[in-house]
């Protein structure tokens, strides 16, 4: 047994005193908050520090749902593109999601087609991807079963309205915290007291500030065009005041209008080195795909280039779905020798293996005065432009922008899966194949956009309209002319009904 030394002694009597007791209480205290500050510290942490896309491992899935980045610079948080339902019916047909601007819904998931998630400093982040603008919905007769087509033009898609919605209600006092968090409640997607106090000081602030701004470049642009109607979107100029800082106050008469039809996208690689875009203005493959990209509102420093080349890659021999449409096999027969002689040099032509990419003038680009069709969308791609894309965009990586060149006139493209493109033409002006073989005096002045159902003149079933009533489009507005393209318009109407049966092929 040993004694305890003096130093010892000494310590053990100030543990018994009282003052000992305070002060190792105070330790304790401390230690307890020290820790529990780590904690707090380390969830706050936590939630701000995670980034990252969701993953599809299917292709089709990551076409449709997956991200390429445009998140980051340009979405909206994934829980206010749910509440935003329930804080403005108004704007929404009062359904709760977003089909009323044309948006594609897929069995039961959550998130419309087009629409991706990416985690951003631990803010759920939602915004487009390619599929928005270029999956569609047919169906083969009224009140048929819906059909989803990866590829085909968003012929439902109103983006026109859907960004007039995203402008009003970012003026409006109802976007603000209070109204916001209770909305959110009610879509089921609540926020939890810690992200409560996040958001009001982080979150919120930025939401509404980069909403104000993005409506106060824009508004006045959509106030000096026409409706784009669904199935269109205007493809430069808000590129311009979002992008370039240019006011839309500034933008030229000549170039402010440039609403177009949203083209196909099947069979990419047999399009490389063609002049393309509607107006043909760039012939290499890689970056009319990075182009789109920042369409969708992807920005040089937030694109994800890994994931626009999956979906490049996938869509390079992707095929059209076959046509449904069963047209008398003799007439195709007719409608083919006509074609080839009057069109196929322009266009290519439908084989029985599927689509040739051969022609004289495929992927060359037609001088507008022989053309004849409505030049504001050529007129909206400027040569200032042109400019400012090559050396703003990418400069200085190896993405930068080298191919864009200012043309004038539009391209000969390929028609291989025309039956899923109407209406037809650059500005989608045209309803129906049978009507782009008449004269266009005698083409319709109005119809729908919109429909989904397939017409068998080729296109979908538009019915003539008011002007005044939603949907209707006017070719007597500016850039919607449904001039020019006269090819095969002064055949009698026996060799119009065979060349229209063989175009039912493609
Ligand atoms: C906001 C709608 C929108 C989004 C999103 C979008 N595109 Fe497009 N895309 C268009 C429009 C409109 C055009 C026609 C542009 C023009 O010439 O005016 C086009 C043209 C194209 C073309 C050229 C078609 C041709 O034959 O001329 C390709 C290829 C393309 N897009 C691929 C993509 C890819 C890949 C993505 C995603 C990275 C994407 N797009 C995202 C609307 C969109
Ligand atoms: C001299 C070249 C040329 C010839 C010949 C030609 N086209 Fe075209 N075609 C074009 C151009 C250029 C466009 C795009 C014009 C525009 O959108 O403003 C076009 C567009 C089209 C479109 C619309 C495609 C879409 O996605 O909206 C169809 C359909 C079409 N042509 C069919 C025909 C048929 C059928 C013939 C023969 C009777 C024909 N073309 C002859 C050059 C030609």
Redesign the pocket.
């Known amino acids: 047994m040993s004694y305890p030394t003096a130093v010892e002694a000494e310590l053990a009597r100030r543990r018994r005193s009282p003052l000992g007791r305070i002060v190792r209480l105070l330790i304790l205290l401390w230690g307890v908050v020290f820790l529990l500050a780590i904690i707090l510290l380390a969830t706050v942490a936590g939630r701000f520090m995670s980034s990252g896309p969701t993953v599809y491992a299917d292709i089709d899935d990551h076409f449709r749902f997956g991200s ?1 980045g ?1 998140e980051t610079a340009s979405g909206l948080p994934y829980r206010v593109w749910k509440a935003l339902p329930f804080l403005f019916p108004e704007h929404f047909d009062g359904r709760k999601d977003y089909s009323t601007f044309g948006f594609l819904y897929e069995d039961d998931r959550d998130l419309p087609i ?1 629409i991706s998630e990416r985690t951003q400093q631990g803010v759920d982040l939602v915004w ?3 599929a ?3 999956t569609g919905r047919y169906r083969l007769e009224e009140r048929g079963d819906p059909h989803l087509a990866s590829g085909m033009p ?1 012929n439902t898609l109103d ?1 026109g309205k859907f960004t007039q919605m995203v402008i009003d209600v970012s003026g409006d006092p109802k976007l603000a915290p209070e109204p916001l968090m209770a909305a959110m409640e009610e879509a089921g997607v609540g926020l939890d007291p810690l992200d409560k106090i996040i958001w009001r000081f982080a979150v919120f602030p930025r939401l509404r500030e980069g909403l104000l701004d993005r409506a106060a470049r824009l508004r006045p642009l959509l106030a000096r065009q026409p409706d784009w109607n669904p199935g ?2 205007d ?2 100029n808000p590129y311009k005041v979002l992008e370039f800082d240019i006011a839309a106050s500034e933008l030229d008469e000549t170039e402010v209008v ?1 609403a ?6 099947f069979l ?1 690689g047999p ?1 490389e080195g ?1 002049q ?4 043909g ?1 760039n012939d290499s ?1 890689a970056e ?3 182009s ?2 920042l ?4 920005t040089p420093e937030t694109v994800d280039h890994a994931s ?1 080349e999956r ?2 890659a996938w ?1 390079s021999d992707f095929e059209p779905p076959a046509s449904p449409h069963r047209p008398d096999p003799e007439a195709v027969v007719r409608g083919r020798e006509l074609y080839m002689d009057k069109c196929a040099a322009c266009h290519g032509y439908q084989g029985s293996e599927g689509y040739v990419f051969e022609g004289a003038k495929l992927g060359t680009v037609e001088l507008i005065g022989e053309i004849g069709t409505d030049p504001a ?1 050529l007129d909206s ?1 400027t040569k200032a432009f042109s400019d400012l894309q090559k050396e703003k965009l990418f400069a200085g990586t190896p993405h930068a922008f080298r191919r864009f060149r200012k043309t004038d006139g539009y ?1 000969n ?2 028609l291989d899966g025309l039956w899923l493109r109407g209406p037809y033409l ?1 500005n989608g002006s045209v309803p129906t194949l049978a009507d782009l073989l008449e004269a266009p005096e005698n083409r319709p002045a109005t119809f729908l956009r919109g429909g989904d159902v397939i017409d068998g003149n080729g296109g979908f079933v538009s019915p003539a309209c008011e002007p005044d009533m939603p949907n209707c489009f006017d070719t007597r507005l500016p850039g919607n002319s449904n001039s020019g393209h006269v090819y095969g318009v002064g055949l009698d109407a026996t060799a119009k009904a065979d060349l229209l049966a063989y175009l039912l092929t493609f």
């Open positions: 390429i445009a087009g487009f991807n390619c928005v603008c270029h968003a983006l269109r979107v493809t430069f440039g177009s039809d949203f083209p196909s996208i990419q399009r063609m393309l875009h509607w107006d203005n493959l009319r795909n990075l789109a990209a369409g969708a509102g992807v626009i979906v490049a869509l969308r791609y391209a493209a390929p650059h």
